[in-house]
DNA sequence: TGGCAGCTTATTGTATACAAATGGCATTCG
DNA sequence: CGAATGCCATTTGTATACAATAAGCTGCCA
């Protein structure tokens, strides 16, 4: 993707991700072209894109709105993703090599280290966890399971700290790591996809949590 | 989608589907444009719609080819809509109502009688089929695994006929939708996915053969 | 007062012109 | 003779102007 183009889209979903633009809220084409500073057009392309990702969509006359997740389509997209990584997990039981092996355990250890300690470094933590899933992907060896999987992955609910600094779930998740690390070992596809299965599950639970609280304050804002 | 927008993705889409573009050439957005009498707007809108889909891919330079499967891409791409429409049938399963129940059985008589016949009519088997797979995707009521579904359910290989014409795979596939229908008449998800599964993997190695044929064929005119 | 018609304005869709980048070819130099 | 370099042709990216469409408003009529 060409510059002004990647800007259009790395912003607008930035935007969206952080809450910036709000659930719900009707979106002009020019106004944002505005404010990533390109014209109409990369915006366009960026606009389709995020339609087909689902972070937007447009009513029946063309017009695009940032999308608002209920419940139900929170719950929709983790269980296609548990299923997803699930599948992930299971392909990269019977693929992945010694040195990603290695890679998995490196990055795992880290993010035990993030959390092991005084003051946490979430984000050291949330690095490492991205890297420690990516390179599952990488080792089940589908494109186009990594690019669906790309399309759950991300979740436009702002209170996401909510979840970071919740150090039980972190320290259950590096767990997880672990036995994923031991089933990928043994090469045992059906433990792998199970303990990510109980893995993808658990942070749905979290999520729900943080997006409840959520709906919660913006309802009673938008009442105020 | 607008007029000439529509018009584009569904012409570029029927030409891949159809072999009208051979797999592995280049696509210029220009002569698209004029193929379809539109400008290069909306064609481009049409590429990066079909990029998506995975049925044009880029190099690192911005250039547009027609993709070209092999038989492992097409065997990912069966495993996970196998996984999905089993999903689908799952959900299917504790959803769907009656009257869906009805059409479902109606479809499955039309396309039972369709092919029982001295001169099968195979395309009213196939538009019935398509419309029983719709109606339980449909009842599943995840427009997120829709949309997923539609990205591996339409395969880019001209010999299609080859499958269509193999009665013994389609009174299979009669057999295999009766069999849904009882399990959803007992709200049994488990069968039914594994019922869906079965049916599935079935569909992938008919297209398995038809694919391998057309690749010799292929290979044959090259080296000719 | 309520609703509908027509106009005005806002917003998106399409075409086109121009800019940027890439690939291929030819020429030149080692 | 081969490889590297610079130029030209081709192709894609971006901006902008204009067209089409939909929404909202105003005023009229029942």
Partial sequence: MSRASERAYNNI???????????GSQIREEALAELCGVSRTPVRDSLRRLEAEMFIRRNDSQRSFVADWSLDDLEDAFQLRAMLEAHAAKRAASRITREQLGQLRFHNAQLKQAIDMPNPDVPKFLDHNRQFHAIILAAAASERLTNML???TEQPVVLRTARHYDLENLRRSHHDH???LIAFDKRDGAWAAAV????IRRAFHAYAEAHSTD???RKSKLAA
Same sequence: chains 1, 2.
């Fill in 13 to 23: 979903r930035s935007m969206i991700l952080s809450g910036e633009l709000q659930p």
């Fill in 178 to 180: 672990d036995e994923l």
């Fill in 215 to 217: 709906t919660e304050i």
């Fill in 196 to 199: 990510m299965t109980g893995h």
């Fill in 150 to 152: 790309a399309q759950v």
